[in-house]
C-alpha cells in the first residue's frame, strides 16, 4: 500500500459524458501527479500540482482538467469523453522539491475508465 | 517529448534464472527509477537512483544510473514466482518533483 489513495476504482459511462476522478496523498506530501496509462501509449504524464498550484502540464487534452484542494486532494475531471479516453488514470504524490527520496513519487492503485 | 527506450519488450524465463533489463534515453536525466506494475494495480517503487554510476540494491534487485546519465539497468537474481509483472523504467530531467517519462514497459514472465 503506497498510502495513496484513489476513488472509483472503476468507472464506466458513455460518450459524450463528464467525470470526476478524486486522488488523496500520502501523508504529509505536497506534489499530486497524473497520469494516463493506454496500451498503445504507456504511462503518460498529464499534469501536476504542488500544494494547491499548478506546476507542470503534459499531453493533457483541453477536455480535461484538475485542481489540488486546499486538504491537498485532487481531482481530475474528464468532460466530452470518447472512447478513446478508456484508460487506466493514476495519481501519484511525491513530498515536495528536494533532493536525496524527495523525488520518489509513489502511485496509487489507478481508476480503471471505461467509455462506452 | 521525451522518450525513454527500454527493452527487452517481454522475457519469459524459467524460475531461479537472473533476469536484466535496461533503458536508453537520447537526453540526459538526473534522476532514474524502476518500478514494477502488477495487473490491475499502481506501479510500486522499486529502486531510485540520483547519482551518475550510482549502484543500488534492494533485495535481489540491483539497479545502476550510467555514467552518462542516459541509461540505467535492472537485474533481478534468482528469480521467483511473485517476480512476475511489468517492469518500467522512469526519468527525471530535472531534480526536484518533476514529471517522469516512462518506458515502454518490460513484461516479465516466469515458468516454474
Known amino acids: 500500500d503506497s498510502g495513496v489513495t484513489q476513488t472509483p476504482k472503476h468507472l464506466i459511462t458513455a460518450t459524450g459524458q463528464r467525470v470526476t476522478l478524486r486522488c488523496s496523498p500520502r501523508s504529509g506530501d505536497l506534489s499530486v501527479y497524473w497520469y494516463q496509462q493506454s496500451l498503445d501509449q504507456g504511462l503518460q504524464f498529464l499534469i501536476q500540482y504542488y500544494n494547491g498550484e499548478e506546476r507542470a502540464k503534459g499531453n493533457i487534452l483541453e477536455r480535461f482538467s484538475a485542481q489540488q484542494f486546499p486538504d491537498l486532494h485532487s481531482e481530475l475531471n474528464l468532460s466530452s469523453l470518447e472512447l478513446g479516453d478508456s484508460a487506466l488514470y493514476f495519481c501519484?504524490?511525491?513530498?515536495?522539491?528536494?533532493?536525496?527520496?524527495?523525488?520518489?513519487?509513489?502511485f496509487g492503485p489507478g481508476t480503471r475508465l471505461t467509455v462506452l | 517529448g521525451q522518450q525513454l527506450n527500454q527493452s527487452p519488450q517481454s522475457m519469459f524465463i524459467q524460475e531461479g534464472e537472473d533476469v536484466s533489463m535496461n533503458c536508453t534515453s537520447s537526453s540526459i536525466f538526473n534522476t532514474w527509477l524502476w518500478y514494477k506494475q502488477d495487473p490491475g494495480e499502481g506501479p510500486v517503487l522499486l529502486i531510485a537512483?540520483?547519482?551518475?554510476?550510482e549502484l543500488t540494491s534492494n533485495g535481489r534487485l540491483t539497479a545502476q544510473f550510467g555514467i552518462t546519465r542516459k541509461d540505467s539497468f535492472l537485474n533481478i537474481s534468482a528469480s521467483i514466482p511473485s517476480d512476475v509483472g511489468i517492469y518500467f523504467c522512469?526519468?527525471?530531467?530535472?531534480?526536484?518533483?518533476?514529471?517522469?517519462?516512462f518506458g515502454q514497459g518490460t513484461r516479465l514472465t516466469i515458468n516454474p
Open positions: 522512469a526519468g527525471q530531467l530535472r531534480r526536484g518533483a518533476q514529471k517522469l517519462v
Open positions: 537512483l540520483y547519482k551518475a554510476g
Open positions: 501519484a504524490s511525491s513530498v515536495a522539491y528536494g533532493t536525496g527520496g524527495l523525488d520518489e513519487q509513489f
